[in-house]
């Protein structure tokens, strides 16, 4: 297994442009989930899914689009980038939603946004 | 909402001394608990989680932690820590949504 993968690993936007980080998992997991990690703010829950064709919003989702089209996939889109929005991202899946699982995290995507 | 706190956000230590990271959450109703490690350069991985049952819970490592329900408390421990246990650690709280919260992180120097 792959576990989650993500990419790009490194992306370099300027603002106003859109782009989507991609996410996949290959463990059939029904919970799947992004975070962005900024310094001294730990790891803040964006969008997560709860299966194919659920979304629901996190703490931060303003300025990001999710869907769930499948239960691998699960990308993140950024409809018109801001500074704001420079960050690690993070993946992650878990077998389902309940907190008995563990969740899977993929190895972050690093935006910056000029 | 949902809130997890880490009052400790640096922590320097020698070899062999012995560690303890606080956490705290805000939700009064049933929780589960994790605690997350993320070496440089690496992605997070689970260190160990608490769902119910005995209340000290032995994780990966040699770490182990202590829920306290009445503290709302959820403290990380190791009687003595390695260079390699330098890190950032995240203490992450879920509640009965599906939204896993977690902690600003503490960052863990360990010097040989």
């Known amino acids: 297994n792959a576990g989650v993968t993500q990419t790009p690993k490194f992306q370099v936007l300027k603002t106003g442009q859109s782009m989507t980080l991609q996410c996949a998992q290959d463990m059939n997991h029904e919970y799947m989930s992004w975070y962005r990690q900024d310094p001294g703010m730990g790891l803040r829950l964006i969008h997560y899914s709860v299966g194919a064709g659920i979304t629901d919003q996190g703490e931060v989702p303003n300025g990001y689009n999710v869907s769930r089209s499948t239960t691998e996939d699960f990308p993140l889109r950024l409809l018109s980038a801001a500074p704001s929005q420079t960050s690690v991202y993070f993946c992650a899946s878990s077998r389902d939603g309940t907190g008995f699982t563990e969740q899977y995290f993929g190895p972050g995507t690093r935006l910056t946004v000029t | 909402a949902q809130s997890v706190s880490q009052h400790n956000h640096h922590v320097i230590l020698s070899e062999a001394a012995s560690l303890e990271l606080g956490c705290n959450y805000s939700y009064g109703g049933t929780v589960n608990l994790f605690w997350y490690v993320q070496y440089p350069g690496q992605h997070l991985q689970l260190l160990l989680k608490?769902?119910?049952?005995?209340?000290l819970v032995k994780g990966i490592k040699g770490f182990e932690a202590e829920f306290i329900k009445s503290k709302f408390s959820f403290n990380l421990r190791k009687p003595s820590v390695q260079w390699s246990d330098t890190a950032e650690y995240f203490c992450?709280?879920?509640?009965?949504?599906?939204?896993?919260?977690f902690g600003s992180g503490t960052r863990l120097l360990v010097r040989p």
């Open positions: 992450a709280v879920k509640d009965s949504s599906y939204k896993l919260i």
């Open positions: 608490y769902f119910s049952g005995d209340p």
